[in-house]
């Protein structure tokens, strides 16, 4: 096991995501451009954490903080020792609002770690690990890789987990990237509260229709399509029937607004577990439904579909 010299510091830029896409449940996901900023610095000894921006105030600043967890994680895997860490956190995505902030600090963390352990390069941009063994780290905090995925490769991605057959293996988790075509623009519609995943997912049928998994099962074939080559299919691909009707009842907010969008020929969803809600769209939504929306406690942020993470070396000690 190697030891990273004290005062290596990394700066890790890491994007939100949306999640699902509409029919994609746990598969298909979105970068989306705004981003995380993470410094992680070997010190002698210690663990100091620092957060900034969203979250402030309300995450624990220990060895519980999912980044620092992300990074010990990372170097495990990289066969590399810090005696110790400082990490700053400078967090712009919303926290517990379905763009992927834990996704994102999983990411960072473990990014970090692995340009901690080995300088990044061209050929390979986040360090000592690949890509392939980032996302399955990160992933394996949520235990699904759409987000993670979406993060580490950017632009759009599917991804899918493998479940050994032994039953004692960990789930394998795999993404590979989708992109985007240059006409699309994401808009999110963000609630001024907070949705636990697990709650919203408590509402979820154990069992669905034949007929519902057909219908979903083609539009997330589509998806891809449309969101890389033929964008006048979005309405079209983020149709669902598995998840959203489901979840309206617990999150009526976003639902009228996924609905009333829709019905003005917006490809609307909401995004992974909400509350947000998303459009991607070659046209811009229109200026008084925004301002309705800000009047109404919603948050609006109008972007593109974000790249992917990065790593640098910022002192090399």
Known sequence: MSGVPVGRTVRVRVPAST??????????????DFTDVVEVEATDSGLEVLVEGEGRGEV????RHLVVRAVRAGLREADAEVRGLKVTCHNVIPHSRGLGSSAAAAVAGVVAASALAGDPTPDRPTGALDDATVIQ????????????AASVLGGGVVSWT???V???SAPEYRAVGVPVHASVRATALIPDFHASTEAVRRVLPSDVSHVDARFNVSRAALLPVALSRHPELLWEATRDRLHQPYRAEVLPVSSEWVNRLRNLGYPAFLSGAGPTVMVLSTRPVEPALLDEARARGLRVL????????????VRPA
């Open 302 to 313: 109008e972007t593109v579909a974000g790249g992917r993470v990065t790593a640098e070396v």
């Open 60 to 63: 624990p600043l220990d060895e």
């Open 19 to 32: 999640a699902n896409l509409g029919p994609g449940f746990d598969t298909l996901g979105l970068a989306v």
């Open 162 to 164: 493998n479940i050994p």
């Open 166 to 168: 032994d039953g004692r």
């Open 137 to 148: 780290l990160a992933a394996s905090f949520e235990g699904h890789p759409d987000n993670a």
